[in-house]
């Protein structure tokens, strides 16, 4: 597949898919990770564990704890990408951005800034304060990407993401999006709900 002149390039936000969304998605998903991608599968997935995945999305979409965008290149989806909530109330104003993708042979097309840019603005819109994210340590075209949109990386697990007998870094990413009125930032300051004092003298 090539793509032949200027081509049309729309985002679309889904909590449900036709059987055409779902076969696109299981395309996707599957030359994605045949290429290598990091993406949560350890091997191309089925289409049976595609269906899965966007069912569980689409139930978080629907419940207001995520939003699930796809990037359509002359009509077909050739690059995805969401925001979920967190679990738990104390962390329910943040979101784990995941699943970022494009279709090996759309790349160039710069669709994964459009899908994380709008996933940025989506998150912003829905109150969220902080967007964080992972990326494997080898992928420094996805880290360059996230910083040019904002995200920093805040740490980094070593040699801790396993593809067959490689190990790489998990690497951690976060975006401040803004605090609603009143939030007190108090970051790791002793004091407050929960605080202990320290056991050794500095």
Known sequence: MSFMGLPTIELFWAD???ERLRGEVNRLMHDVVELGGAIGFDSPPTRAQTDNWLDTIFATVRAGNGALAFALVNGRAEAIGLWRRRSGAVFA???TVEKVMAHPLARGLGLGKLIVGSLIDNAREAGLETLD???RGNNHGAMELYEDLGFREWGRLPDVIEVGDERYDDVRMFLRL???EGVRLQGSRPGGPGSSPRRRKR
Do not use: I, W
């Open 133 to 135: 994210l992972g990326v």
């Open 16 to 18: 449900k898919a036709d």
């Open 178 to 180: 803004g605090d609603r």
């Open 93 to 95: 104003h943040s979101a």
